[in-house]
């Protein structure tokens, strides 16, 4: 997906010279091209991501279209102020791109894990939340985003969501139903949709007909097919990389609950209220915390039970 | 786009103004932050009497001069100077810290016409600069871009990374302004941590340094027309200013870092202030 985001905005930029590049000294082999081609619209900022915040602020107020870029919580967490009393209260045009969404840098250990990032980007004015599934996903939501006005987060993934490729159906803000199902519906948002789809297929083996739906954008959220999904099935299971607390549970549960609409149950798999102290590449950790098909599976059956 | 017409040389009397528009606006908000405003009156009133290209009809225009007041708790100094310089009414300067106005207690854009930047967080502004002026760097626009800071407020690693970059990209469009009171929130900046050899530091990092009395508008103005490119270095004016300023009872002391004038402190205040005034208006009247 990072090869995806780069080779995107290589394009963009060839367009539009008002765009331009910020890293924080990451990118080694990803950026070089981008930096050769377009060394006017290219700063490799150094080490230094609360300036690389202001610079881009400073640059957008100005009329360019700005993309910081670095990983894990080093384009948001790090630099958590400058984004918002700089970039959102001023409504700047500055896209800040993560790569490495939840486990996707696993073996690096917690410093790199990107798994509280929805919940506090969410919760800034102006500000936009967005999650592809897939590379091809990412470049079309790229090409959206673009368009856009404002404060936007990127938050790439090293997984790919597999959803099948489908360009004409991906809209900024707007869930897919990547399969149709009238049981259960299952929502996730970002690469994780891979363990939903898998699990979809395995209900279907046992007779359970799950909707699958991908969100690409936390803020804003599709509420109507949240909605739907509320009513048309007998529950819902968000499945997030990303702590439980303020992230796709915690925006569906909102939604939901200040429209006084409840659908018959709403399980949230995602991560613990606390730190993980081992390592592990992404499918290892997904798999230790039950962000996995089988753990999806014995859920949605449970609950059907229950329910 | 120009230099204000009715002050030019007479800075002295637009600071004059100021100071006392500062020391009604607290007292009338209850507000703190008197002496960090008093504290760079001149500093503002050169620069918007003098030195930046502004238009107050127009404040947006695209080739203004860039002032970003990063120390954004002396925003009461940047109202108060806008207003005198017809950028809004001076009757809106009542509002600040009331109960729905626009004019915060920390500098904000919104609702304020003139005002470029918001800030109240310090260690924000500097690297917003650097990023205006790379912008005109990129754009090659002739417009400059300044920044106050306080003295605490390089206590903040961020102006740093913004102090390393500025002078790896040679801004000479960008002039940092030091408003070296020497006292910050609690105590002297020496106790709190020691800033000196302060101009050492930004000489070290690359940059072109000029020291100045912070209250001396002929040497300030010499000053802010040497700092403007300087071949490939930005500059950082360090002015050696007294917190409290142009107040006898007010200067050098942390206390008017938070209290209010009021009562007879406030009478007095302003009476020593509209003094000031009444011999400057005379003496440019004779």
Known sequence: MRDAFIEQLTYLAEKDPKIILLTGDLGYGVLTNFAERFPDQYINVGVAEQNMSGLACGLALEGYKVYTYSIANFT??????????????????????????????????????????????????????????????????????????????????KGDGGSPVSPDDVILGEGRVIMDGSDITLISIGAILSESLKAAKLLLDNGINARVISLNSLKPIDKDIIFKAAKETAGIICIEEHV??????????????????????????????????????????????????????NNAKSLLKKY | MFKHQDYGVKTNLLAARVRKHIVDMTHLG????????????DILSVLYGEIMMIDPKNPSHKDRDRFILSKGHAGA??????????????????????????????????????????????GHGLSVAAGMAKAAKLKNEE?????????????????????????????????????????QSLDSTENTLALEPFAD????????????????????????????????KPTVLICHTTKGKGVSFMENSVLWHYRSPQGDEYNLAKKELQEKIDYLEEQYNA
């Open chain 1, 76 to 157: 948001t967490l790090r630099c958590l102020e400058q984004i918002r009393n700089d970039i959102c209260y001023h409504n700047a045009n500055v896209t800040l791109v993560s790569v490495g969404a939840g486990f996707s840098y696993g073996q690096l250990g917690v410093s790199h894990f990107a798994t509280e990032d929805l919940a506090i980007l969410r919760a800034l004015p102006n500000m936009s939340v967005i999650a592809p599934s897939d590379p091809w996903e990412a470049q079309i939501l790229i090409n959206q985003m673009d368009k856009i006005e404002g404060p936007k987060y990127l938050r790439i993934d």
């Open chain 1, 244 to 297: 439980k607390i303020g992230g796709l549970t915690g925006a569906v549960a909102e939604i939901l609950t200040t429209e006084s609409i409840f659908p018959g149950f709403l399980k949230s798999i995602s991560l613990p209220d606390e730190y993980p102290t081992i390592v592990g590449d992404q499918d290892f950790l997904r798999n230790y915390y039950g962000l996995c098909a089988e753990n999806i599976v």
């Open chain 2, 30 to 41: 209850g507000s703190s932050h008197v002496g960090s405003g008093l504290s760079i009156a």
């Open chain 2, 77 to 122: 100094c940047v109202y108060a100077t806008l207003s005198e310089l017809g950028f809004f009414d001076k009757e809106m300067l009542k509002g600040h810290y009331q109960n729905g106005s626009t004019l915060s207690g920390h500098v904000s854009h919104k609702g304020v016409p003139g005002v470029e930047f918001s800030t109240g967080s310090l």
């Open chain 2, 143 to 183: 417009h400059k871009i300044f920044a106050v800071l306080s003295d605490g407020e390089c206590d903040e690693g961020s102006n740093w990374e913004a102090i390393l970059f500025s002078s790896h990209h040679k801004l000479n469009n960008l002039v940092a302004i030091i408003d070296y009171n020497k006292i």
């Open chain 2, 201 to 232: 530091k930004f000489v070290a990092f690359g940059w072109n340094v000029l020291e100045v009395d912070g209250h001396n508008h002929d040497d300030l103005k010499k000053c802010f027309k040497n700092a403007v490119n300087e071949a490939n």
